[in-house]
């Protein structure tokens, strides 16, 4: 593929599939693959396209404000935030297929909220070649607006870069200068699949913290994913007193598609650093372990 010549049949496909006067929405995640597509159909039909982006609560340290800046130039970007609605709906939900449930529902009902108001007559979507054969195969429901073409009575979907790889959506990207052309892929339910059990905003704060600091790290390893989680609680000491506090396991693979990983060696004094960083950032936290296990039989995602 070249990203040229790919950009230019892209953006001659939306226009014709789209046409003169229809509108279309598409929902961002803030990752490489809806970024492009935005970016593709923005370029076809300009503000007939609204980019929607929710501040679910879910996010990486900063993400929402540079995926703010980054698409700022579409004039009909809208973020909303919806950090409560995703908050309260978590409430008390512990089963990790659940907790995905709930946020894709809470997705469509926000997009359809979204779509309905510009009258959208298309949707577009950032699926890639691989979301494909994984839907295909029934893996995972990974797609968090998959209920929106039910929800909203579409006139079409829209996939510019369904036939695309990974780092072939990347290379497009810096066609455009997407700042996220090179970020570390995020899955959609955000931090809610690394804190293992209920969501909360304590431990969405911990999980935020402690994912910026194992990216930080962990960038000269170049890995696939680097990342932390919010497993559960442990004793520790922290000064004079015993502490009931969060165990937070780091994770680091390597991959090229995601399908299967291989947990990375990472030396002991990084792996020190992340820790005292951890631990001394957030008084909640008081232990720290490295994940080595590979996928399979792990998924690289604790839930
Ligand atoms: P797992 O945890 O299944 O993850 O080994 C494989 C890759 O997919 C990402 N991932 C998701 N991405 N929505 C997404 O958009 C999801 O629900 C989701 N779950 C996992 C994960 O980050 C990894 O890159």
Redesign the pocket.
């Known amino acids: 593929m070249e990203p040229e010549t790919f950009v230019k049949e892209a953006v001659t496909e939306v226009r014709e599939q789209v046409g003169e006067s229809a509108n279309a929405v598409i929902a961002l995640?803030g990752g490489v693959d809806s970024s492009v597509s935005a970016a593709l159909a923005y370029e076809a039909i300009g503000d007939r396209l609204t980019p929607v982006y929710v501040d679910t609560g879910l996010m990486r340290k900063g993400e929402t404000e540079e995926i703010r800046g980054t698409l700022e130039y579409m004039d009909s970007l809208r973020t909303v935030d919806e950090r409560e609605r995703f908050l309260d709906a978590l409430a008390g939900v512990t089963d990790p297929e659940r907790k995905?449930q709930v946020i894709g529902e809470q997705f469509v009902r926000v997009f359809e909220r979204e779509a309905r108001d510009v009258d959208a007559d298309y949707l577009v979507q950032g699926t890639i070649y691989p979301d494909r054969i994984e839907s295909e195969g029934d893996i995972?429901s990974?797609h968090?607006v998959g209920g929106l073409p039910e929800a909203v009575d579409f006139e079409g979907i829209v996939e510019p870069v369904r036939d695309l790889y990974k780092d072939e959506v990347r290379e497009v990207a810096r066609e455009f200068d997407l700042a996220m052309s090179e970020r570390m892929?995020?899955?959609?339910?955000g931090l809610a699949?690394r804190v293992v059990g209920e969501v909360t905003e304590e431990k969405l704060h911990v999980a935020r913290a402690a994912n910026h600091v194992v990216e930080e790290e962990l960038e000269a390893y170049d890995p696939w994913?680097a990342l932390a989680a919010v497993l559960g609680r442990a004793t520790g000491v922290k000064g004079d007193n015993r502490v009931h506090g969060h165990v937070i396991a780091v994770r680091s693979v390597e991959s090229r598609d995601?399908m299967t990983a291989r947990a990375q060696e990472v030396d002991w004094e990084t792996l020190q650093r992340i820790q005292s960083r951890i631990t001394g950032e957030n008084p909640e936290v008081s232990r720290v372990v490295y994940d080595v296990t590979h996928?399979p039989p792990a998924?690289?995602?604790y839930e």
């Open positions: 995640s995905r995972k990974h968090n892929p995020f899955p959609g339910p699949v994913q995601g996928k998924t690289i995602e």
